[in-house]
Structures are given as C-alpha cells and as structure tokens.
C-alpha cells in the first residue's frame, strides 16, 4: 500500500533566479533599444547634377517636382544681389527647408538638428567648410556636408534620419553597471 502523499505545491524557482529576472529583462530592452536607433540613421554619398534634385528618403536621384534638394547658380537667381555673384545656392524643395550649421562645427560634431524651425529657410550658400541642416518634405532630418564640385555637380556626404527626431549622430552604447563597480571607482588606492 503506498502512503498518502500530500499535493505537492509547485515548485518555486531559487530566489537567486528570480532576483535576476528584472536586470536580465532590463539588459534585453536596452539592448532592443540601442539597435532600433542606430537602424534608423542612413549614411551614404550622393552627387547631384545640374539639373537633378536629390530624394533623402529613396536615397535616389530624381527630378522636380520630386525630391529635397538641388542646387541653382546666383546668375539664375534673378535677384539683383546674386546676379554680381558667381555663388551655388542649396534649394529645397517645397516643403522641404535647409539651415546652415554652426559656423564652428563640423560634420563629425553636429549630432542634432535645430529645433526651432524659423531658422530653416529654403536656400542656403553652397560651401565646402559649412555643414548643413535639411528637414525634408516627410519632416525628416539630414545633416550634409560638400566634399567636392566635381563632374557638373556637387557631391555631398549625409547621414539621414528616417524617424523624424532631431538626432543625426549615433549614440555609444552603454552597458549596465553595478554598485560594486560603483564603489571601486571611490575606492582609495590603501585598501
């Protein structure tokens, strides 16, 4: 005859594992998180021809009324001012708008847009040291930069930012810490 056993309960993970569960969790998102933002930045090279206009978000060559981005000569401004001049003008392409960076910055350490959009305009000089801004007609962020007037146009290098958020920079990724990590950074060198 076999004893009577009592209905065993479940049986309860160690304490240890569930303790762990909540960092395990945190660690996994984070990382989920850091790879969502850095798919979102697009980078590439693009040259534009005389008569073409540059589409960021098809990262394509296309023609008006198409587009973001072109570039005219002042002699076919029609204004009086640039008519004197021999400067390449950045054009958007409505509803697109341009703005040049800090005269300081450079490509490399421009890492987010401007947020007030009356500073955005729809021309801008075209010029080698300069660094430039575009929120493109889908209200998408560009940080570009000239790298050469060559072949009948202007080859430019841009990052792209295809979620609509100011950043044109990719973050580092930071990994968790501990409080032991924590205390040995205060730890004095007699211990």
């Not at 004893?3 to 395990?24: F, G, Y």
């Not at 204004?79 to 005269?103: C, E, K, M, R, W």
């Not at 962020?141 to 958020?165: C, N, P, R, W």
Request: with cysteine.
């Amino acid at each position: 005859m076999l004893p009577n056993r009592v209905a065993a309960s479940p049986r309860k993970p160690p304490s240890r594992l569930l303790s762990l569960l909540p960092i395990a969790a945190v660690f996994v998102f984070s990382l989920l998180d850091a790879r969502a933002c850095q798919a979102k930045l697009r980078s590439g090279e693009a040259h534009i021809h005389w008569d073409a206009v540059w589409d960021f978000s098809d990262s394509v060559v296309t023609f008006l009324p198409d587009g973001d981005l072109y570039w005219v000569e002042a002699t076919a401004l029609q204004h009086p001012a640039a008519l004197s001049s021999q400067l390449i003008y950045f054009t958007t392409n409505s509803p697109a708008l341009i703005v040049s960076g800090p005269i300081d910055s450079t490509y490399g350490d421009l890492t987010s847009a401007p947020a007030d959009i009356a500073a955005y305009g729809e021309m801008e000089v075209a010029s080698l040291g300069l660094v430039y801004i575009v929120r493109t007609s889908e209200g998408h962020y560009v940080k570009l930069h000239i790298m050469a007037f060559v072949g009948g146009g202007i080859t430019l290098e841009y990052t792209y930012q295809d979620d609509g958020s100011r950043v044109l920079a990719r973050t580092l990724a930071t990994g968790l810490t501990t409080w032991g990590r924590i205390k040995s950074l205060y730890r004095s060198p007699n211990r």
